[in-house]
């Protein structure tokens, strides 16, 4: 039995024009390429399973924890230290929700509605002229029934985590908050159930035992809410990745042996297929022009704005943009292997490969949280001895509950989030906590040219003539000729002749690579590069090349406006550097900080733009994959880098800085992959952004101070020694009152940030 139709591609193949066959299960199978040959002997019967008898492949894919990229395990999970869900190490165009950050949300959101009226429910007891609205009793009651369910359900990720977290000996933020609301939790259960237990200094002015289940439910949620916003920030991340692989083509063209045409599924794509790439199309795959001729936009590669000419022979890449020519094309890396996927493991490789930042309160836990365990368990232990049991537990209760983490969790997120709201104000947008801690730090700036340091769209500098003619004339001839090509310089050269009453052109043509030509009132003009006027048998002479050469050497791309019978004119072409970056760079070169420039563009080009902002190190013609790597040698060699972008191509790079910096003008890929982004496309926000990052990690590390300092002060009171002495016993509720106070302090201490001056 034969089968005249690819199995892989789906394209009808004769035997004889077929690349190979393949005998199968008594059946013989034809190919229209050996790509999609070698494809079908690998796994025959994957392609001949009807759909609905296909068996899904079981998940190889390998996952890690945000945290600790050291862990990695095939299939979904949790990380054995800090028992945060895995995330794949592989980005797909999967489009199903974060099934974590799904959870984490119902559970703030139910927590909320809950915790609302257990505060007002305690802040009921603390109105003397409002008590008398509700018994005491029954309050107590109603925010035991609210806040249980929030601290058992609520809260339970958390439990797990700080249990995670004591089993594997690395205590953290999850622990403090597990043994903070589980001790005033289970505090609170003991004085509702059994009040008589306790002696009368723990009792309010009401009588009844002072209890903690709105401080416990009021921090759960909290922390249920930075949990969310964490998780919105990871998901944004894992987008950036998904936006890169969206670059390219759902679909491809192949051509057959006999010529026909089929439009396939990209997935279907093999090596050895050849490919129609039509006009303004996106090219499927990376390979090699086998005929046909046409400019492509590489600018998502290069970050350059200026089309490549590519004919036969030439390399193209998938995902960039063909234009107004049609050629066919040979694959050679298709799937995980074209340059764009690569790029996409880079950004993914590169964000994993960052070692968390562990803040002040993290690595202070480590030692402060067994310290203060310890410290309950003694006081219980010696209180006991004493024989006076009661005595110990409700001592060891305000040791664990002075130390609960309210003020410790609103330390940092109250100073960045006052911070960066400061920043949003002044045109710096600030993604991440880690990027203002590692932004003040760094000694080194990389800074890609276009789009960054320039304006990333080419304009007509200036004309030059060379006959004696006049240069309204000259760009009423070229504004007229250009206006009837695609080509982006020829936009620049219009909008260079805007307010020009332009004349009409007759027997226009475009000489793909090479320029146009056409006629006005009779004449023949030209206007392209040199290979277009050596053609037309107009040679360029030694003084002309000399201008041009110096023109070039200034960063100018050069044209040529000609008649029929001698050169005229010269049209210079740049792109334009933005005002404020010369400022900005003068600005960080004075505190200290390094600048380099890196670049796709030509040596020459990115050596003229750099002398004018003053930058001496410069990469130019440099690949995406080559930036990432440029980073990790400046990291190696000790340098705390940032790294400025705007384009595709420095996804990479932004991702593997200690900061990266996209400018909002650029694409949303190196926006999403980058920690901050310059609302105005403009470096001195960058500088604004170097003096947010001081002023933001100081304001922390006040704020740790405060957080510390009451706990720290309070929990020797707390364990009762000075009683024996002096009669002072800090009760739970005294001991609530001075971690509330301590959070006033911080939350008060935060609010200076808003009249921060940038």
Known sequence: MEKLIDPICGMTVSPEAAAGEYEFDGTTYYFCSKGCLEKFKNNPSSFLEPPEQAVAPLDDVEYTCPMHPEIVQIGPGSCPICGMALEPRIVSLDDKPDAELSAMTRRFWACLLLTVPVFALAT?????????????????????????PVILWGGFPFFQRGWASIKNISPNMFTLIAIGTGAAWLYSIVGLFFPDLFPTSFRGHSGEVSLYFEAAAVITTLVLLGQVLELRARSQTSSALKALLGLAPKTARIVSDDGTEKEISLEHVVVDMKLRVRANDKIPVDGVVLEGESSVDESMISGEPIPVMKDAGAKVIG??????????????????????????????????SKAPIQNLADRVSLYFVPAVVLVAIITLVVWALLGNFVFGFACAVAVLIIACPCALGLATPMSIMVGTGRGAQSGVLIKKADALEALEKIDTLVVDKTGTLTEGKPRLQKVVAIADIDEKHILTLSGALEKMSEHPLASAIVKGAEGISLPKVENFKSVTGKGVIGEIDGIKYLIGNRPLMEENGLKLSQDIQTKAEEERNDGQTVMFVASEKAIIAMLCLADTIKESAKEAVESLNREGIETIMLTGDNQTTAVAVGKKLGITKIFAEVLPEDKGNIIKNLQAKGKIVGMAGDGVNDAPALAQADVGIAMATGTDVAIESSDITLIHGDLRGLVRARHLSHATMRNIRQNLFFAFAYNLLGVPIATGILYPFFGILLSPMIASAAMTFSSVSVIGNALRLRNLKL
């Open 124 to 148: 009921l007891e603390m109105v003397a002229s409002l008590q008398h609205l509700i018994p005491i009793r029954v309050s107590l009651w109603l925010q035991f029934l609210l806040a249980t």
């Open 319 to 352: 995902g960039t943009i063909n234009g107004s020519g049609s050629f066919v094309m040979h694959a050679e890396k298709v799937g995980r292997e074209t340059l764009l996927a690569q790029i996409v493991q880079m950004v993914g490789e590169a964000q994993r």
